[in-house]
Each structure stands twice: as C-alpha cells, then as structure tokens.
C-alpha cells in the first residue's frame, strides 16, 4: 500500500514486518454479521495481534471504500480495526457471538502443542468492533509485550485440564491444549454451542504428540452477562434446569480453571502432572452454606468429651438462589450466587450425563473474580 491509495503522508511499510508490531502469523479468518446487517472479519493472530475490516456484502470481498486511520494499536489502514493482543503475545483463532446485548470474543493463548498451554479465553463488548474486556476490565488489546500471557490474568479461561469422578477416567482421555473455537447458536432451539480442538494428556509417542479430537461443550450464559461453559461434553443432552433448591443441595466436586499453570507435562514427585486439575470436595447446604472437610471438634478442656453446638465441618462459604435481576439481566430457577473462600460467583446450574457412565447429576458453571470453576454432584 502506498501514500497514494491510503492517504497516509510518510507511510512506513517495514512495520508490517515487525514481529513485535504489526507482523502477523496467520490469518484465521472469521467474519460476523452485526446487529445493524453490517459484514465484517476478524482475522490474525500473535504477533501482530487480531483486527477486522468491513467486508462488501455483494462479493464477500474487503469493502475498499471503507478507509481506516493509522492510529496506534486502535486502527491501521492495511489491517483494520484493532480488536486484540499484539506485541508479540498469544493469542490466535478469533471468534464472535452475540447474546443479551454483548458482543463476546473468543481467542486461544498459548499455542497447539499438546504442552503448549492452548486455551481458550473470554472478553465482551457492547459493539463487535469493540473495545473487549474481561470481568475485571482488562483490555483484550496489548499495548506492550507479556511474556507467557498464557500463564497471567487477562481473559476469562473457559476450560482447562481436568480429571475428576464424573470422567474422563483415564489419563489418556485428559483435555489439553484446548483452543482455537468456534461458537455456535443452534437455530431451532437459540441454545449455543462452543466446538473446539484439543490433545490429550497421556496420548502421544516419541515420534508423534499431535492426536487430537474435535469436541463440543454448551454455553450457558449467566444471569449477569456472561457465558460459561458446561462441565460435561455434549453428547446429545442439553443442560436441563433444576426444578428447586432440593436439586441443588448435597455434596459437589469442585474444580477451579487456574489462569496460571497449563498442561506442560511435567510431574510433580508424586507422580501428578502439573496443570491437571483435581477437585476439592465441598457440601451445599439447604441453608446456604457451603461446608468442607470432615466433623471439626472443639473442646474447653482436654477433658471434655462431649459435642458443643460448635462441632461441625468447617464452614467455607454460602449459596443463594438468585431471584429478580443482578446487572439487569433476569435470573431464572437456574442461577444462584456463589461465595467460595472469599470470591463470589454466578452461578448456572444444570443436569447434565457424566462423561464415564451416562448418568445424570447436577452440575455447576460459575464466574467470579476472572475465574471460572466447575461443580458436579457426586
């Protein structure tokens, strides 16, 4: 592109070739149609970052009569609107979906690799060209560079590695490096659907690590404007609404989808692998708290020998059933509010079948604080 065409005086086109500027990797298109009927595409990746151009509805094709300012890490005139990362970081595979009045990117940090920490991260906006945040207002576009942003707490982490009684059973059948999605809105019933690729923990040779799967999750949005993840692969059986408080209480496996540690096949000394998470047991009670661990016991004296009112497991946080609005999206029978070890959640609850046997239990999608964990009845 030339002075001429962009209308840019002392235009430096070695920019484009800067691999911590505006360099870019690969492609991985996706275009969207905005609410207004408006054709766009995403498309980049780490290094330069992701951006979109307005596409001509006739061809399909770039509308060149759309003209972009060079602003810095905002808008350029080859590439675009800028909607992400840059400076060298992560972050690939764009994607786009709307719903309750957001406008939610999807992008994968890390890299593909079956040790790579690929994973998916999550930002929204009020308009598709942005800006994207996440729950605590960090910016999806860099503005410098962060070694190993695939390990620090920008973006909402949808999924993780994780091994737990509901499956998979074997180690073998472990998810990593999941990423580079695509979000689905299924037409006859409006319910979305994230697809994605991923490796697995214990499936590789000397020779070769790249088996991989395509696999699918339902999102479920939560009642202050988010969306989440289903704990359990979509096999066929959509998320089913509890019917009351009954549903809900009784013991859950929890997992907690750490920002800051991914697959990268090391082991600790005994013998588990870093970044595959591991539930913690918690109890959801009929009167709002949740509790951990086994019968605690307290005493005046050595002495004493007898219960007080005091015995009990330890109590670690509280559950609520939301009813009415938070953030002026409605709640409905599924959502309920969360505070666990000091961070509260929104919650979306659901039954769903186990991944090892089919069966049927209650599980939890949450997000709070940036952070996103699952529950599942056991």
Not at 312 to 327: E, F, M, Q, R
């Amino acid at each position: 592109m030339s002075p001429k065409t962009d209308g840019t005086v002392g235009y430096d086109l070695t920019r484009y070739l800067s691999l911590k500027d505006t360099r870019i990797n690969a492609i991985d298109a996706a275009p969207a149609l905005c609410e207004h009927g408006e054709m766009w595409m995403s498309f980049g990746s780490w290094f330069g970052g992701i951006w979109m151009f307005k596409l001509d509805p006739k061809t399909g094709l770039r509308d060149y009569s759309v003209r972009y300012p060079l602003v810095k890490d905002s808008s350029d005139p080859y590439y675009g609107v800028k909607v992400a990362g840059g400076y060298w970081n992560s972050g690939e595979g764009s994607y786009f979906i709307r719903e309750n009045g957001w406008w939610y990117l999807f992008m994968s940090y890390g890299w593909l690799g079956r040790t790579g920490g690929y994973q998916i991260r999550l930002f929204r906006s009020k308009s598709l060209l942005g800006p994207y945040v996440d729950q605590n207002g960090n910016p999806a576009i860099s503005y410098g560079e962060i070694p190993d942003n695939q390990e620090r707490g920008t973006g909402i982490r949808l999924t993780s590695s994780v091994q737990w009684d509901g499956g998979p059973a074997e180690l073998a059948d472990v998810e990593v490096s999941q990423g580079h999605n695509s979000a689905i809105r299924r037409s006859k019933d409006g319910r979305m659907f994230l697809v994605y690729h991923t490796r697995f923990a214990e499936r590789f040779s000397e020779d070769d690590d790249e088996d991989y799967e395509s696999h699918v999750r339902e999102l479920l949005p939560t009642s202050d404007g988010w969306l989440v993840a289903a704990p359990y692969e979509y096999r066929g059986s959509v998320a089913v609404a509890p019917t009351g408080i009954a549903d809900i209480t009784g013991d859950y496996n929890v997992v907690l989808h750490d920002q800051h540690t991914f697959f990268n096949g090391k082991q600790e000394d005994d013998g588990t692998y870093v970044g595959i998470n591991r539930p913690t047991r918690y109890t959801f009670h009929e009167d709002g708290r949740i509790t951990r661990g086994e019968i605690v016991s307290f005493f005046d004296t050595p002495d004493a020998n007898l219960p007080r009112s005091t015995d009990g497991p330890i109590t670690c946080g509280s559950w609520k059933p939301l009813s009415g609005a938070v953030n002026g999206f409605n709640c409905c029978a599924s959502d309920a509010e969360i505070r666990l070890d000091d961070v509260t959640y929104i919650a979306r609850f659901a039954t769903l079948p186990r991944e090892i046997d089919g069966k049927p239990v209650m599980t939890f999608s949450a997000i709070g604080n940036n952070v996103c964990i699952w529950g599942s009845q056991s």
